[in-house]
Structure formats: structure tokens, C-alpha cells
């Protein structure tokens, strides 16, 4: 089968032939029908070095999952071949407590392996995709696989987030989605079946506020060096309830930060790295400053439900797998809306 494989950190991934996976006793292997490109994975191709981290290449790129049931190993009950599946990327231990809750994201032995498809263990940007365990596949009625991928990450991210901020998003809040992108027009969309928020977001490109108010969100501010003042503008003045910060540079937490009101929570979801001084006056007082990384199992259930339901539906350009590279190319250019999905 083709597939698209990160050789070594710090090079590009390539177009290889590698044979079809073999269900063994409780696995099942999904005909991949979307693969979504996400950001992460550039970090992963151009940041990683070999040593950083206790896993690394030759493997196949693409957490974001969603497919069809093909072959099914012995002893696996209750799928059938052509059953339409999303997958839940996360790899933890399987056997510690937050495992058995269906949180691998907190996996106790989360920094010890492989922490999804994708990263060190064959992703799905691939005709076929390995399944260890069918708990990670959940069902996805008559949606389509290439739709759906996304939600298994850009979509499943945000939403856990969204859950944990909820109490705090009443009628009459604001919340500030910094980064317009493939998990931040998800967010949009998952704050307004959730909350009566009034959601206002920031990119610097016109394009991806353009698809932020396609949406939902009530208010745009393009960044300029103005930003905060016309967010807290935007917040009639009072500040944001709640930020979610999916780029984490130092400048977009200092935005977080300068639109903050006591008591608020300031999430980063984004992987940028930006560092924040903090102390007991960095920040009004009582504001959450936390981060949040992907989601749970059950949580995917959540996400599948609400785009069965039609209330979250990613916007996705497709790809097919010959043109991967082009898919990130665009993606390092600023130049995607929503996500990048491949097709193979
Ligand atoms: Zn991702
Ligand atoms: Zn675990």
C-alpha cells in the first residue's frame, strides 16, 4: 500500500510502498477514507531531533483518523467490513487509572512511548491503518470518513476544553478564540452548541476570520498592534470569561493575558512554546493560566454525537496522498481554511 513516512526528524516525509497490515487476535485494520494534517505534525518533521523524545521515525504520519472497518482480527465482536469508524488516536499504557477512564491524554506513563498514530507507531496517512484495541474505533453512522477525521483531534482538542470551561460561560460571557485555524473554527462551532457565549476571534488573516464568522462567531479583530484594546472593546469592555489560545506563542498568552478578567480561565492549547512570566500580579486576580492536551475516549463519543446531531462539521480541503507534501506546504504558508485532509 502507499503511504506517506517521516524517514528521519528534520527531513520531509516521503511517498513509500509498504505492505498492507495484518489484523492480529483482537485488532481490526480500517481502509483509511480521510487522514487530517495538523500542525503537530510539522513540529514533529521540522523541530524533533533524534534523543528528544523515546520514539521516532521510519513511521507513517496522520493522528487524525476516520475510515471504514476492513479486516477484522479473532475475538473481535460487534463490527462488520464497511462499518464507517473514526479513530481515537491517543496511545497511553492502557493500564493505568486514567487508561481505564478512557483518558490516555493523562496516561501515568504518558512521556514513556509513543503517544499516538502518527508519532513513532504507523499513522494513517496510508491506504489501510492498524487498530491494536477496536475500543479505539467509535461508529459514525452515515457521516463521511473524510469529514470526520479532523473531529478525532481539531475537533475532540477544543471540545475537551470547551467542557471544562463551561461553568463559566453563562449567558451574557464572552470567550476569546485566538487562532482561527483547523482546532479554532471547531472551537466556534462547539462554544455555540454548548454555551450562550458570545464568541469573538483573532488571526492575523483576513481569510480565517472570514470562516470564524461563516461559523459563528459574533466579532472578528484582524491582530495589529492594537489587538487587546479592540478585544476588550469587543467584550464591551467587562474582558473575556474565557480565552483558548490554540497558537501558545509568547505574544498570543500576553494577548490571553491583557484581556483577562479576575476569575477567568486562560487556556493554551497551542503548541508554540511561548513562555509567560507569572506571578501573584501577572494576571487579575483568580485567573486560571492551564493548558489542555487532546482529549478521551468518551469525550470522542461527545464530538461524534454533536456532528451526528449536524451541530459541528469541520471544513476540509481534501488532498489526496500524492500531494501530502503540497497540504503542508500550504499549511507552513498560512494558506489552508479550516483543515487539510488527505484522501489516499
Ligand atoms: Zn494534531
Ligand atoms: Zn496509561
Redo the contacts with the bound molecule.
Keep these: 500500500m502507499r503511504a506517506l513516512q517521516l524517514k528521519s526528524f528534520q527531513s520531509d516525509p516521503e511517498l513509500v510502498d509498504l505492505p498492507e497490515p495484518e489484523p492480529g487476535p483482537g485488532q481490526v485494520v480500517i481502509k483509511v477514507g480521510g487522514a487530517g494534517a495538523c500542525h503537530s505534525d510539522l513540529h514533529v518533521m521540522r523541530e524533533f531531533a533524534e534523543g528528544m523524545a523515546p520514539w521516532g521515525p521510519p513511521f507513517v504520519l496522520g493522528h487524525e483518523a476516520a475510515g471504514w472497518v476492513h479486516r477484522i482480527g479473532s475475538g473481535v465482536r460487534n463490527y462488520e467490513h464497511g462499518q464507517p469508524v473514526a479513530v481515537y488516536g491517543l496511545l497511553?499504557?492502557?493500564?493505568?487509572k486514567?487508561?481505564a477512564a478512557g483518558a490516555?491524554n493523562l496516561?501515568?506513563?504518558?512521556m514513556e512511548g509513543p503517544p499516538g498514530i502518527g508519532f513513532g507507531v504507523d499513522g494513517a496517512m496510508a491506504e489501510y491503518l492498524l487498530i491494536s484495541d477496536p475500543r479505539r474505533l467509535v461508529p459514525i453512522g452515515d457521516l463521511d470518513p473524510a469529514d470526520v477525521a479532523p473531529l478525532t483531534d481539531a475537533g475532540l482538542t477544543p471540545y475537551r476544553v470547551i467542557k471544562k470551561v463551561q461553568p463559566k460561560l453563562t449567558p451574557g460571557s464572552h470567550a476569546v478564540v485566538i487562532g482561527a485555524g483547523g482546532l479554532g473554527h471547531l472551537a466556534i462551532q462547539i462554544l455555540g452548541a454548548m454555551t450562550p457565549a458570545t464568541v469573538i476571534a483573532v488571526d492575523t488573516r483576513e481569510s480565517a476570520l472570514a470562516l470564524a464568522r461563516q461559523v459563528g462567531a459574533a466579532a472578528t479583530v484582524q491582530t495589529s498592534d492594537n489587538t487587546a484594546q479592540e478585544l476588550k472593546d469587543a467584550t464591551e469592555g467587562a474582558g473575556a470569561d474565557v480565552v483558548l489560545d490554540f497558537v501558545g506563542s509568547a505574544p498570543t498568552i500576553a494577548l490571553g493575558a491583557a484581556v483577562a478578567k479576575p476569575g477567568m480561565d486562560l487556556v493554551v492549547i497551542g503548541a508554540a512554546g511561548g513562555q509567560f512570566a507569572w506571578n501573584f500580579y501577572a494576571l487579575p486576580y483568580e485567573v486560571s493560566l492551564t493548558t489542555s492536551f487532546w482529549g478521551t475516549l468518551p469525550e470522542l463519543h461527545e464530538v461524534i454525537a454533536l456532528a451526528r446531531q449536524n451541530k459541528v462539521k469541520a471544513h476540509v480541503q481534501r488532498f489526496p496522498l500524492d500531494e501530502a507534501r503540497h497540504a503542508y506546504e500550504l499549511m507552513e504558508k498560512g494558506q489552508l481554511d479550516g483543515r487539510a485532509v488527505i484522501v489516499p
Excluded at 496516561?107 to 504518558?110: K, L, N
Design positions: 497511553g499504557c492502557g493500564h493505568c486514567p487508561c490516555e496516561c501515568e506513563h504518558g
